[in-house]
C-alpha cells in the first residue's frame, strides 16, 4: 500500500499531466479553429473576387515612397475610401519621393511577373487599371502585357505617364522611357499628363505660354495616340504667376473599337 505521502505526490502529477493534456487539447482546437476561419477568408475572399458582381476592383501599378503623400500612399486610401478594392502592383520601394535630393530605391521588376501570373491563377478581374510611376522600359513592357492580359470590354484603363515637371525629365527618366511611354500611352484610355510631360509624349520643345488653340491641339493630338479622354494638368493661369491648377479635357466624340490596335 501506498503512503499518505507518496500517494499525495502521485496526485499531484497526474493533475499537473492531466493539465498539460487539456492545454495541448485547447492548442489543437484553437488552432484548428484558426485554420478553419483562415480557410473560410481565403475561400470568401476567392468567391468575392469571382462571383460578386457589384464588387468593384482596380489594380494600381505604382510606387511606393515611405516619405511623400504621392503615389500608392494616396491612392490606396483615396480609392479605398470610395469603395473601391485597391489592389497595388508595386513598381518600385522608395525612401521618399524622387522629388527629394537623394533616395534609396528597391526596384520590384523581377517581382511583378510573380504577382501578375498568381492574379491570373486566382482568376481575378479588375475594372479598372491605373498606372503610375515606372522605374525602367522593361517595367512598361510588363505593364503594357498586363493590360492586354486583363483588360475587359468595360475595363477602364488610366495611365499617368510619370515622367517630369517644369520642364524637365524626373531622374532615372531616359529617352527609352519616354519612347516606352508612348507606346504605353497608346493603350490608355483616359491619359493624364502634366504640361511637361504632354510636350514630352509627343517630342514638342517644352513652353508654358500656350495659347488656348495650342492647347487644344495639344490634347487633340495626344488623343490621336489612342485615349479617348486626355486631361492635362500643370497648365499655367495667364497673368496668375505660380497657379498651375488649370486641367483640360477632351472625349473623343466616337466610341473606340475595343477591337482595335493599342
Excluded at 492531466?18 to 482546437?29: P, T
Excluded at 521618399?96 to 511583378?112: A, G, I, K, R, V
Excluded at 510573380?114 to 525602367?136: C, H, P, R
Excluded at 483588360?151 to 477602364?156: A, N
Amino acid at each position: 500500500a501506498l503512503s499518505s505521502a507518496a500517494s499525495d505526490v502521485y496526485k499531484r502529477q497526474a493533475a499537473i499531466v492531466l493539465k498539460y493534456c487539456r492545454v495541448q487539447m485547447l492548442d489543437v482546437l484553437r488552432s484548428g479553429i484558426f485554420r478553419n476561419l483562415e480557410n473560410y477568408r481565403s475561400q470568401k475572399e476567392v468567391f468575392d473576387m469571382r462571383f460578386q458582381p457589384n464588387f468593384r476592383r482596380i489594380a494600381a501599378i505604382h510606387d511606393l515612397s515611405g516619405i511623400g503623400r504621392t503615389s500608392l500612399m494616396a491612392v490606396i486610401p483615396i480609392l479605398s475610401t470610395m469603395g473601391f478594392n485597391v489592389c497595388p502592383l508595386p513598381t518600385a520601394i522608395l525612401s521618399n519621393h524622387s522629388q527629394y535630393p537623394d533616395f534609396s530605391f528597391l526596384d520590384l521588376t523581377e517581382e511583378m511577373p510573380k504577382i501578375i501570373d498568381q492574379w491570373e491563377k486566382l482568376g481575378v478581374n479588375f475594372d479598372a487599371i491605373y498606372t503610375g510611376y515606372m522605374g525602367s522600359p522593361r517595367q512598361i513592357e510588363i505593364v503594357c502585357s498586363f493590360i492586354e492580359r486583363f483588360r475587359r470590354d468595360e475595363t477602364l484603363v488610366v495611365v499617368d505617364p510619370v515622367l517630369g515637371d517644369n520642364g524637365h525629365l524626373y531622374s532615372k527618366m531616359t529617352q527609352e522611357m519616354v519612347e516606352q511611354m508612348r507606346r504605353l500611352a497608346r493603350r490608355a484610355d483616359v491619359l493624364t499628363p502634366n504640361l511637361t510631360e504632354a510636350f514630352a509624349l509627343l517630342a514638342r520643345p517644352y513652353k508654358t505660354d500656350c495659347t488656348t488653340e495650342e492647347l487644344k491641339d495639344l490634347i487633340a493630338e495626344l488623343s490621336e495616340m489612342g485615349p479617348d479622354t486626355v486631361i492635362i494638368t500643370g497648365v499655367p493661369v495667364p497673368g496668375q504667376s505660380g497657379l498651375t491648377s488649370v486641367c483640360l479635357l477632351y472625349t473623343s466624340p466616337s466610341p473606340r473599337d475595343s477591337t482595335s490596335s493599342r
